[in-house]
């Protein structure tokens, strides 16, 4: 195909660009052969001509087609280059917000650096057992992928995630890690899965540290092994580390940290453990402080260190060894602030004292002395002698620092040691995954020996993956039987060999490390001379003589020299190793009794694995150990050998983790830095390599699929491969381009963006056809309809004119008429108003004339009344000064003539005479006042008499006076505070009358105002008249609003009730889901439990336990009692065998945890059920209520009819046992001839029996009058008080309605209140009276007994022919004067003695009901002593019936009388024997075969022959058959269970049978709420002696499990159809095309042989359908099962949906919504709609909706939002952002449309969580379900092998 053809007009390709690394342009015209310029127009509209290299006139790269953007697998692309990848990486995170890509066999994980919900359980659980090609990209496929490929091929996996300081490989690592620990599980509960990954913390508090990059960077690779077992679970886990990057100790840069660890406990220091660290901030280490960071936002380093402490615990360091560690990583940061100061130029030395050294040395448990010394002291031994010599200040600091680094990877390597001896495994590891967390390609401004050492290893892992991906192309070639050419790809294997070959990099560096001289300057110049000119990939810097750069396949990368040497030997003094080995601290000198010999300056820290055995110092010479050293370099080398060999013996999974940014922001893409990082770690060269041959594959069924559209119909053969062939023959020529295999067709690069071209325009072309067509069609039915309407408006538009003429012409005459009679009538109407004028104006004018005339009449008068008034008030005011005048004049003379009279008396009063006159009155008074004295003397003794009295009556007053005073004290509290209130009362008053003076000045204001409102007033009358008129009309409304809202009111309670019912029953629901998921994690551990005592059983040498069960109480929870019992006998046993049997090694505190937890669970359990029991009670309680007040009204009719049926029942049951009764007696009698039928005697007694059957049917006929007067007097009683309350709130009600008076039906509530009172204690005591009547009667009844007592007695001595006589004689004569005593009693209280003959009756009753039990009873004996007579005459007992006496066989002549009768007389029950228990067991149950009794049998057999069993022991009242039975029972289901659980047709029949036991247990238990709907005779199957309540809820439980478990078989069995057949299978063909798929094959969603489509799953739904119908299951239990059974459907399709980016287009939800539509339509054909299945699939139809709806406008998002109610607001934006298209007429989802629905769900509260739990299980209800089934009915057919049991 040449280049024209695809260089056209508007094609689209990328050019290079500086800031975007690549720009998208069109081609403005065609390319032509030769042009060396292409006119392109960007997309921002900008015109440009590209220039084309004229040495190679390479074209730019193709875009590929938009329906291609977005790919799962970047080798579906069809054009495979750098800016295709980059652009699609780009979409995929930048918009569709995935961060995982696959390419080839790579996964691409992009760094969001923002937490994403898409690692929870639910995640790990829908990607658990898919296929890798069938999900989206995502870290949990790989590890899925490898789990499976090692169990499937039995082959160890890797799984090597590389990448870049901070593009997550770590958190990468962890997710596969925890994907294996929950996928896989532990063999023992040993937790193995917690403590890998507990391993987490702890290897990133001590290896992990903040960089300017990453603020969680491992500064170290590891590679972790996770051993498993046979059965592929988890049983143990190897690390090894390499390459640890010590100098971070010592050193760090700026914005940089040391490790997490150091911040950790600086943090903590304040804790009392950590107080003797004496730690302080991190800013005061010198060690933590350099680089200026110490604290990383968001994150709290004391809490780090508390999970770091609970790792540790988990992982069997306990606290002693960590504190240990916390020890040596204090000395150390205490180390780092030991200050060297220089003593000459030569020396340097330790202050004395120095603070941080003692307490280093005190942590370390070494000498200050001796540490003060060798830190600046080093020995030189020679041959001959031994030297001391001082240290120059810069070199002590670098030993301090050196010995710092060597302590700390020390403990790094004890730490990972420890961690894996937690780790080991305890058996044989079987296969193992592995997981490589290893550094990235780096490259720095400066770079140095560990830069060196990383991208060394990169380059190891680099030639891995090249030779691994050539590896897979070329099976896959092969395999498809295509011709292999060899492909050209990278080999960086100069590039190893300049590195590690002999005399390479490392060889020399070794080497120059051994020369005692050796330098950084002289090693560089040794590689200069070595390999410069030499090797192309070495080169030397222009402007350097100490660096040089080596070409790795990522790119060039400059070291410096600088540091190689010292790095590389790591140098340690001896003499400070020898110091810390004389520690008396325990773990110091654990941490260097590892080392083989002395350290040396030439020693390093090895990088291997290292176990944590202990061996012994062995002295060895220092000349020959120093031969065996290694330095760093050389034991890298060593180590990345090993881990390389171990991947080649492994199949790899490749990670490749993508730094986005260098700013750690969430969800920016910089595409320099991508396109870095993608040629680093090797994506590009993957898509080189795939490029280079054949990248593009499609099996032949979805290339046809696919590109039908571009076939003629005779191309189409039946055969497809051949089909596929001709039709590429005719599109591409050049047949080099594709390839045909044995099932796909291989293209090269671009080939299949030509064919979608090809398909496009077909389509695009047909698309015009039609719409030409269409247009057409349309346009012409718009011509004839216009046509034609155009006639008939010309019709009636010229109708309508004629019809205006004729009109017209009428209007003109009808106008001259009018105009006539107008006329007259304007003139006639003008005259008439002239005169009318005339006149009025005339009466105007006289009328006013007398007005004025009237007016000046009225001003005269009114002008004389003033003048009038002004005289008279003139004289008045003159007359009123002149009489004041006159009496002030009077006033004068008189207090003149007074003072003269005043003057006189004076002088009168100093005279004799004057005195005489005053003593005379004096004589007078004073003979007055004596008398008065005489008389007070005999008042005096009057009151000293009355006083004498009253002192007799104090004291027997005084005491009622202190009460009084008491009382009166108080009354003086409560006076003080009225005292109070009354001055306050008081100032209040004086207010009053303040305001009320205001109030009266006012008064006389607004009096004066009056006048002025009178006539306003009395308009205002008037208009409040009318507006009363208003208001009454308005009142009318209201009082109509008012009903209308009373109505509402009551529909809104009824609403608010029905809402408040919902909710109870929500919360029940809840309730029941909480209790039976505790139900199933109890049984769980149960099941668990027995399997820990069968590993113990099988270890112990014990005979083998039966089933022995101790006399214990029966607890509610079954479970618990069988096991505990069972291992209680197991224990006994076990005690009772020999002491040297050997146990199982089991972990006591594993067993206390799991028995702890289970007694939790069971109290959890406990409580729900007694909240379940509260609810429901409440629930039942509401619905009695309701039930109680419908039949209130029927209950008196009833209630006498029940009375009669029961009476008559009743006596005729007497009658019977009566008659057995005598002829039992009869029987009894020593002679046959007394009591022979026809003799005197018999003839007697028959008398007396008849006579008293006569006195009883005249007994029952007065209790059967006396009820039903008592019902009628009820019943009128009832009416009449019904009636007069009816009455009596009607009177109320109309009264409140004429008069409106609340206040009267106040009082009259009041006066019925005091009504009901009265009648009340009335009523109360008349009860008092009855009690006592009771009372007197029990105590006769005790009396009576006595007495009857004494009869029998005296009966038994009486002979046998005279007992019955006595007893009936006496029976007749107590009743009769029973009754005539109570007759006399009661004869003044007639209603007195009705009561008593009511309760004497009831009594009767009670006794007839006894009788008939004992009947039962006795019935019952004599049929088993009949089986016994048989017996014994089958043994010959009969044979000597001469010598037996006459008396003893008088059964004869009754015999043949009663057997035939009893024999047809079934109770419903089966008799077995004990030791039959376990066979029925066996048979029934065991080894009961579910189909043949489903179909030739009754549903429900077996449950009813085990409770027709169970009846039999209740009816022997033997309480331990019955236990036995129902243990026995419970026990063999949970048996066939475990055994066949799997089977559904096995657990659909078990649970039915359950359910139908549970029911029956129930219907029979004798409650009265569960014998509503019973026959008479079911009621008399009812069990008689044992409660079995607490058995009905272990039955329940039981239900409850056997239901979760068929559940789980139904989601086993449709699991697999889910996906095929609700996403894949195209059940419309045509709608959906495929699209182009990379390496990662997706199943096709065309339906092959063998794949499930939607018609598999409803023909499966039928068969679980039809089979519970069989069983006979309730048909409200079957609607809880397909309820699920379509929850499981829709959460799994979903979930997929969700996880799916290819099903995520508008086709694939038309095809949801028609699937969900035949699965509606099954439901209507079985009557299953109203289960609730439908509205499980709510989410399901709305994220199929939101599939095919229009996703533009502001609109269409407010109809998604009100549309997709049942998704949440992840969900809805997941699809969204998956949603792609199929064809090139779809449109993608814009991200500000996405942005806007999220911004108008931002206020919904809901789950976070993406995927919905297809695992949850509803919470399932068993309804009562009574059987109508009568128990005698039921026969034990002889298939069922249960010959042994006995039809009773």
């Known amino acids: 195909m040449a280049a024209s053809e695809l260089y056209t007009k508007e094609a689209r390709v990328w050019i290079p660009d500086a800031e975007d690394v690549w720009k998208s342009a069109k081609l403005l015209k065609d390319y032509k052969q030769g042009d060396k310029l292409l006119r392109l127009e960007l997309e921002d509209g900008t015109v440009v001509e590209h220039q084309l290299d004229p040495r190679t006139m390479n074209l730019p790269h193709l875009r590929n087609p938009d329906i291609l953007v977005g790919e799962n697998d970047l080798t579906a692309l069809s054009y495979l280059h750098e800016p295709a990848v980059l652009h699609n990486l780009k979409v995929r995170f930048i918009d569709s917000k995935l961060i995982y890509t696959y390419c080839g066999i790579v996964l691409v994980a992009i760094n969001p650096y923002e937490t994403l919900p898409i690692y929870g359980t639910d995640i790990i659980n829908a990607y658990s057992g898919q296929n890798m090609g069938d999900m989206d990209p995502h870290i949990f496929a790989v590890a899925e992928e490898a789990y499976k490929q090692m169990a499937r091929d039995e082959r160890n996996q890797s799984i090597i995630v590389s990448g870049e300081s901070g593009a997550g490989k770590t958190v990468s690592a962890k997710y596969a890690m925890r994907y294996f620990a929950t996928v896989s599980g532990s063999e023992s509960e040993a937790n193995v899965e917690e403590k890998v990954l507990a391993s987490n913390p702890i290897m990133e508090s001590i290896g992990n540290a903040k960089t300017t990059r990453n603020d969680n960077s491992s500064r170290f690779g590891k590679y972790i092994e996770i051993g498993f077992d046979k059965r592929y679970r988890i049983i143990g886990a190897n690390m090894r580390t390499y390459l640890l990057e010590k100098s971070r100790v010592v050193f760090q840069a700026d914005e940089e940290r040391n490790y997490h660890i150091f911040y950790q406990l600086c943090a903590s220091s304040n804790l009392p453990e950590l107080k003797v660290l004496k730690l302080v901030s991190a800013n005061n280490f010198h060690y933590t402080k350099q680089g200026r960071s110490p604290v990383i936002d968001g994150v709290d380093d004391a809490k780090e260190l508390i999970n770091t402490r609970n790792a540790f615990t988990l992982l069997g360091i306990n606290d002693s060894y960590q504190m240990g560690i916390f020890r040596v990583l204090a000395a150390i940061l205490h180390l780092g602030n030991v200050e060297i100061k220089d003593r000459d130029s030569d020396s340097s030395i330790i202050p004395p004292n120095n603070a941080h050294l003692t307490v280093f040395c005190d942590l370390m448990g070494v000498t200050y002395q001796d540490m003060s010394h060798w830190l600046c002291h080093k020995k030189l031994i020679t041959a001959t002698e031994t030297y001391i010599k001082p240290f120059p200040k810069l070199q002590a600091i670098n030993a301090r620092d050196a010995l710092a680094k060597h302590i700390y990877a020390k403990l790094f390597s004890w730490i990972v040691d420890h961690v894996n001896k937690a780790l080991h495994a305890t058996m044989k590891q079987h296969s193992f995954i592995g997981v490589l967390d290893i550094y990235g390609f780096e490259t720095f401004e400066i770079n140095s020996f560990e830069q060196f050492c990383i991208n060394y290893a990169n380059e190891k892992l680099q030639q891995q993956f090249n030779m691994h991906v050539f590896k897979l192309e070329q099976e896959e070639y092969m395999k498809e039987e295509i011709p292999w050419t060899l492909i050209d790809f990278y080999d960086n294997q100069p590039c190893i060999n300049l590195i590690e070959a002999k005399l390479g990099i490392l060889d020399l560096l070794d080497e120059e490390c051994r020369m005692p001289k050796g330098s950084d300057d002289t090693w560089a110049q040794k590689l200069y001379n070595t390999h410069l000119n030499k090797c192309d990939l070495f080169q030397k810097p222009r402007l350097s003589n100490r660096a040089f750069i080596i070409q790795h396949f990522a790119d060039k990368v400059e070291y410096q020299c600088e540091g190689f040497l010292e790095k590389n030997k790591d140098t340690v003094y001896e003499e400070q190793i020898h110091v810390l080995k004389l520690s008396k601290f325990e773990l110091l000198v654990e941490l260097f009794q590892d080392e083989e010999q002395s350290v040396s300056p030439t020693e390093a820290q090895t990088g291997a694995r290292t176990r944590l055995s202990v061996k012994p110092l062995k002295a060895r010479a220092t000349q020959s150990s120093r031969e065996h050293k290694k330095t760093v370099g050389h034991q890298f080398r060593n180590s990345l050998q090993l881990l390389m060999e171990t991947l080649n013996a492994t199949t790899p999974h490749y990670v490749r983790c993508i730094k986005p940014n260098d700013y750690k922001y969430p969800f920016t893409f910089d595409p320099r830095r991508a396109v870095q990082q993608l040629r680093a770690c090797g994506v590009l060269e993957t898509i080189r390599i795939s490029a280079a041959g054949f990248p593009s594959r499609w099996t032949y069924q979805e290339f046809f699929s696919r590109y039908r559209v571009l076939m003629k119909q005779k191309d189409v053969l039946s055969d497809r491969k051949l089909t596929c062939r001709n039709v590429l023959e005719k599109l591409i020529k050049d047949k080099d381009k594709y390839q045909f295999g044995k099932t796909k067709i291989f293209f090269r690069a671009g080939q299949v963006a030509y064919l979608e071209k090809l398909r496009a325009d077909k389509l695009r072309a047909a698309c015009i056809r039609i719409q030409k067509t269409i247009r057409c069609w349309l346009l012409r039915k718009k011509y004839l309809r216009m046509r034609s309407a155009a006639i008939t408006i010309q019709r009636h538009v010229r109708g309508y004119q004629a019809r205006c003429l004729a009109k017209f012409l009428r209007r003109t005459r009808a106008a001259i008429t009018i105009q006539k009679f107008q006329r007259m009538y304007v003139a006639r109407q003008r005259y008439r108003r002239m005169q009318d004028a005339s006149l009025i104006i005339q009466c105007m004018l006289r009328g006013y004339v007398a007005r004025q005339k009237y007016q000046q009449m009225v001003r005269e008068h009114k002008a004389v009344i003033i003048q009038k008034m002004v005289r008279g008030w003139l004289a008045r005011q003159w007359y009123k000064r002149s009489l004041e005048a006159i009496v002030y004049l009077q006033c004068c003379v008189r207090r003149m003539r007074a003072k003269r009279e005043l003057k006189k008396l004076k002088i009168e009063a100093r005279s004799v005479e004057h005195y005489k006159k005053l003593n005379i009155g004096m004589e007078n008074k004073i003979m007055q006042l004596q008398r008065k004295v005489d008389e007070q003397h005999k008042d005096n003794k009057n009151l000293h008499d009355r006083l004498t009295n009253l002192e007799n009556t104090y004291s027997s007053e005084s005491e009622k006076l202190r009460n009084e005073v008491d009382r009166l004290r108080g009354t003086e509290e409560e006076a003080r505070v009225n005292s109070n209130r009354i001055t306050s009362l008081l100032e209040e008053l004086a207010k009053l009358k303040k305001e009320l003076e205001e109030t009266q000045r006012e008064k006389k204001t607004i009096e004066e105002y009056a006048d002025k409102y009178k006539v306003e007033t009395e308009q205002l009358v008037s208009e409040l008249k009318e507006q009363n008129t208003l208001l009454k009309t308005e009142k009318e409304d209201l009082n109509r609003l008012i009903l209308e809202q009373a109505q509402?009111?009551?529909?809104?309670?009824?609403?608010?009730?029905?809402?408040?019912?919902?909710?109870?029953?929500?919360?029940?629901?809840?309730?029941?889901?909480?209790?039976?998921?505790?139900?199933?994690?109890?049984?769980?551990?149960?099941?668990?439990?027995?399997?820990?005592?069968?590993?113990?059983?099988?270890?112990?040498?014990?005979?083998?336990?039966?089933?022995?069960?101790?006399?214990?109480?029966?607890?509610?929870?079954?479970?618990?009692?069988?096991?505990?019992?069972?291992?209680?006998?197991?224990?006994?046993?076990?005690?009772?065998?020999?002491?040297?049997?050997?146990?199982?090694?089991?972990?006591?505190?594993?067993?206390?945890?799991?028995?702890?937890?289970?007694?939790?669970?069971?109290?959890?359990?406990?409580?729900?059920?007694?909240?379940?029991?509260?609810?429901?009670?409440?629930?039942?309680?509401?619905?009695?209520?309701?039930?109680?007040?419908?039949?209130?009204?029927?209950?008196?009719?009833?209630?006498?009819?029940?009375?009669?049926?029961?009476?008559?029942?009743?006596?005729?049951?007497?009658?019977?046992?009566?008659?057995?009764?005598?002829?039992?007696?009869?029987?009894?009698?020593?002679?046959?001839?007394?009591?022979?039928?026809?003799?005197?005697?018999?003839?007697?007694?028959?008398?007396?029996?008849?006579?008293?059957?006569?006195?009883?049917?005249?007994?029952?006929?007065?209790?059967?009058?006396?009820?039903?007067?008592?019902?009628?007097?009820?019943?009128?009683?009832?009416?009449?008080?019904?009636?007069?309350?009816?009455?009596?709130?009607?009177?109320?009600?109309?009264?409140?309605?004429?008069?409106?008076?609340?206040?009267?039906?106040?009082?009259?509530?009041?006066?019925?209140?005091?009504?009901?009172?009265?009648?009340?204690?009335?009523?109360?005591?008349?009860?008092?009276?009855?009690?006592?009547?009771?009372?007197?009667?029990?105590?006769?009844?005790?009396?009576?007994?006595?007495?009857?007592?004494?009869?029998?007695?005296?009966?038994?001595?009486?002979?046998?022919?005279?007992?019955?006589?006595?007893?009936?004689?006496?029976?007749?004569?107590?009743?009769?004067?029973?009754?005539?005593?109570?007759?006399?009693?009661?004869?003044?209280?007639?209603?007195?003695?009705?009561?008593?003959?009511?309760?004497?009756?009831?009594?009767?009753?009670?006794?007839?009901?006894?009788?008939?039990?004992?009947?039962?009873?006795?019935?019952?004996?004599?049929?088993?002593?009949?089986?016994?007579?048989?017996?014994?005459?089958?043994?010959?007992?009969?044979?000597?019936?001469?010598?037996?006496?006459?008396?003893?066989?008088?059964?004869?002549?009754?015999?043949?009388?009663?057997?035939?009768?009893?024999?047809?007389?079934?109770?419903?029950?089966?008799?077995?024997?004990?030791?039959?228990?376990?066979?029925?067991?066996?048979?029934?149950?065991?080894?009961?075969?579910?189909?043949?009794?489903?179909?030739?049998?009754?549903?429900?057999?077996?449950?009813?022959?085990?409770?027709?069993?169970?009846?039999?022991?209740?009816?022997?009242?033997?309480?331990?058959?019955?236990?036995?039975?129902?243990?026995?029972?419970?026990?063999?289901?949970?048996?066939?269970?475990?055994?066949?659980?799997?089977?559904?047709?096995?657990?659909?029949?078990?649970?039915?049978?359950?359910?139908?036991?549970?029911?029956?247990?129930?219907?029979?238990?004798?409650?009265?709420?569960?014998?509503?709907?019973?026959?008479?005779?079911?009621?008399?199957?009812?069990?008689?002696?044992?409660?079995l309540a607490e058995y009905r809820q272990v039955l329940s439980d039981l239900a409850i499990q056997i239901y979760q478990q068929l559940v789980k078989v139904m989601d086993s069995i449709l699991q697999p159809m889910i996906v095929s057949g609700m996403l894949e299978h195209e059940t419309i063909q045509g709608v959906s095309g495929v699209k182009p798929t990379g390496l990662r094959k997706r199943t096709s969603s065309i339906a092959d042989e063998g794949t499930y489509t939607l018609d598999s799953i409803l023909r499966q739904l039928s068969a679980f359908h039809s089979t519970m119908c069989q069983h006979g299951m309730d048909p409200e239990l079957i609607k809880q099962v397909v309820k699920q059974m379509f929850y499981i459907i829709g959460a799994v399709t979903l979930n997929n949906l969700l996880l799916r980016k290819d099903m995520c287009s508008w086709s694939k939800g038309m095809n949801i919504r028609y699937n969900v539509s035949q699965l509606e339509e099954w439901l209507r054909d079985k009557n299953l709609m109203t289960s609730g299945a439908k509205e499980t699939l709510e989410p399901l139809i709305q994220a199929a909706q939101l599939l095919q709806v229009k996703k533009k406008t502001d609109e269409d998002a407010e109809a998604i939002c009100s549309m997709c109610n049942a998704l949440s607001t992840a969900q809805i934006v997941k699809v969204l952002n998956l949603y792609t298209p199929v064809n090139e007429f779809e449109e993608r989802v814009s991200v500000t449309f996405i942005r806007t629905i999220q911004i108008r769900l931002r206020d919904r509260k809901e789950s976070p969580q993406l995927l919905m739990d297809s695992k949850q299980i509803f919470p399932v209800t068993f309804p009562f379900n009574p059987s109508s089934l009568s128990l005698e009915t039921i026969q034990i057919p002889t298939s069922l092998n249960l010959g042994f049991l006995t039809r009773v």
């Open 1048 to 1587: 509402e009111m009551k529909e809104k309670m009824e609403k608010a009730l029905v809402e408040e019912t919902k909710q109870i029953e929500c919360e029940l629901n809840e309730e029941r889901s909480r209790y039976q998921n505790l139900l199933t994690e109890h049984l769980h551990l149960e099941a668990r439990y027995e399997d820990l005592k069968e590993e113990m059983t099988l270890t112990m040498v014990i005979p083998k336990p039966g089933h022995r069960r101790t006399d214990s109480t029966h607890s509610s929870n079954e479970s618990e009692y069988t096991y505990n019992s069972e291992f209680a006998e197991r224990e006994e046993e076990a005690s009772r065998g020999p002491e040297d049997v050997p146990k199982a090694p089991l972990d006591m505190s594993l067993f206390l945890k799991l028995q702890k937890r289970v007694t939790e669970l069971e109290q959890d359990k406990q409580s729900l059920q007694n909240e379940l029991d509260r609810k429901e009670e409440q629930i039942h309680r509401i619905k009695a209520t309701e039930e109680e007040q419908r039949n209130r009204a029927r209950g008196a009719e009833l209630e006498y009819e029940s009375l009669k049926r029961q009476e008559l029942e009743s006596e005729n049951k007497k009658l019977k046992n009566d008659l057995n009764e005598l002829r039992k007696v009869l029987s009894e009698k020593p002679t046959a001839a007394i009591s022979a039928p026809g003799s005197p005697a018999y003839k007697v007694l028959l008398d007396q029996l008849n006579a008293s059957n006569e006195e009883l049917e005249v007994r029952k006929e007065e209790v059967l009058i006396l009820r039903s007067q008592l019902v009628s007097q009820k019943e009128a009683m009832q009416h009449k008080e019904t009636m007069t309350e009816a009455m009596f709130y009607a009177e109320d009600l109309q009264k409140m309605k004429d008069s409106g008076e609340i206040t009267q039906a106040y009082l009259g509530l009041k006066e019925v209140n005091r009504l009901l009172e009265s009648q009340l204690q009335s009523q109360r005591k008349g009860y008092e009276n009855e009690a006592e009547v009771l009372r007197g009667e029990l105590q006769s009844l005790k009396e009576e007994n006595n007495r009857q007592q004494q009869l029998l007695a005296q009966n038994l001595q009486l002979p046998p022919e005279a007992r019955i006589e006595a007893s009936l004689q006496h029976e007749i004569t107590r009743l009769t004067n029973e009754n005539l005593y109570f007759e006399e009693l009661y004869a003044e209280d007639p209603r007195k003695y009705q009561f008593y003959r009511i309760s004497l009756y009831q009594r009767i009753i009670d006794l007839m009901e006894q009788l008939e039990k004992q009947d039962k009873t006795v019935r019952k004996l004599k049929k088993q002593l009949k089986l016994f007579a048989k017996k014994i005459g089958e043994m010959g007992v009969f044979n000597q019936v001469e010598n037996v006496s006459p008396g003893q066989i008088v059964d004869e002549p009754i015999r043949p009388v009663n057997i035939p009768r009893k024999e047809k007389d079934f109770q419903g029950m089966f008799e077995y024997k004990k030791d039959d228990e376990v066979k029925l067991v066996k048979n029934l149950i065991l080894e009961l075969k579910p189909r043949g009794v489903a179909v030739n049998l009754i549903p429900g057999l077996p449950a009813y022959i085990l409770f027709m069993c169970l009846r039999h022991a209740d009816y022997l009242n033997d309480d331990q058959k019955v236990r036995s039975l129902l243990t026995s029972t419970i026990n063999g289901i949970k048996k066939i269970l475990k055994k066949r659980g799997d089977d559904f047709e096995t657990v659909s029949f078990w649970l039915s049978n359950t359910c139908r036991f549970l029911h029956c247990l129930k219907q029979y238990s004798g409650e009265e709420g569960f014998m509503k709907h019973n026959t008479t005779r079911q009621n008399e199957h009812c069990l008689t002696n044992f409660d």
